[in-house]
């Protein structure tokens, strides 16, 4: 038996190696092995007050520190009972969507279209088709910038506390990135058209789908979980008895499995469960997209995240619309420190993350536990790389290789991200 290598994967976030095991000109075994080094996370929080834990997690991810920030706010919320304003929740989710414009557009343009085009990178793109490379950047800027005048900065937001913000944007600030939104939502719609264009690979993944969902809204910020193929809505709160975490021999992360089945979350399971409550322009993108809907195919997700781009960018600027109209505070509500547990999850770009946390009396952490998409996402990669790579072992071994990667990048792993 000969096993070939990937080393260092590229055009993805973190360090992981590819390894295929052949037999006879038969492949026997995939994995993805995670070289990342365990960062600790979970422990690092411990015996701290509960107002340092949003600054230390945010430390996780530099393009997710959005999201990690909020869900450990609003975990913290629930370990206290505090209760925030509407008008709170609207700048949350403005955070949450600047990760997606800043994630979705590198991923897309910088990670997953030099695959379309047999290119090794994206820079020859930007000598022979610089409008399409400009296209991605204004998009990445803009949530560079909406990130920056919710949360204070671009990465790792200071702004956004137990209870509210300490800072908002103003009026000036919000009505230019009304406008900026609208323009980029063209940008967007050009993204979904460029990608629905090209060619996908066949493959139909045999894990369970994932995502956040919400009766009357496209759920980032807040919902229940749900399962595409079981039809169940679970509560937040129980996440842990939901999913199962499990150490994988090979691989620095854990494996996640639900009802005994791996799993895959992200843009393609939120557009299965919550397409429907999508903003109409990036639904009738959505319904463009032939075999999209009901898809069982990971290499979709990136047309996903395409459609996503639509729809963050006019839902954003609705969001503005509606702080704009109804001028108030998102000041810090009254709250008080009190022992207690919770739990909490948002929608980060590459699926949903999970936060929960123990707090005494004092505001002192004595427990937390973190779950990123792409540790829940891990399991089910290599069962759809395992099913994938019999069908591409007749190329070529750079061709069989690059094909593997393909599969993998569109998952749009973090890898660093899945060692906490």
Known sequence: MSTLTVEHVARIEGHGTISVDVEGGEVRDIRMDVIEPARFFESMVRGRRFDEVPLITSRI????????????????????????????????????????LQNHATHLYLFAAPDYVNLGSVFPLAETHPDVVQRALRIKKLGNDLTTQV???????ITAVVGGFTSEPSVSVLE???????????????TAELFAAFEELDLSTGGEMLALS?????????GDIAALDGGWRKPVAGYRDVIREDVAAHSNAKHSTVDGRTFMTGALPRININGERLVDEARAAMESVAGLQGSRNPLHNNVSQAIELIDAAVRCAGYIEQLLAEPGESTPVEYQVRAGDGAAATEAPRGTLYHWYEVDDDGIVRAGDVITPTAQNLANLESDMRAFAPTVAGLPEQEFLLAI???VRAYDPCLSCSVH
């Open 405 to 407: 990667e393909r599969l």
């Open 176 to 190: 230019a990135m009304h406008t900026a939104l609208l323009d980029v939502a063209k940008d967007a719609v050009s």
């Open 151 to 157: 949360g204070g900065r671009p990465v790792h937001p």
């Open 214 to 222: 919400s009766a009357d809204d496209y759920a980032i910020y807040d």
């Open 61 to 100: 991810c530099g393009i997710c520190s959005p999201n990690h920030a909020l869900t450990s706010i609003k975990a913290l919320e629930a370990a206290m009972g505090v209760e925030v304003c509407d008008r709170t929740n609207l700048l949350r989710k403005l955070l949450v969507y600047g990760s997606y």
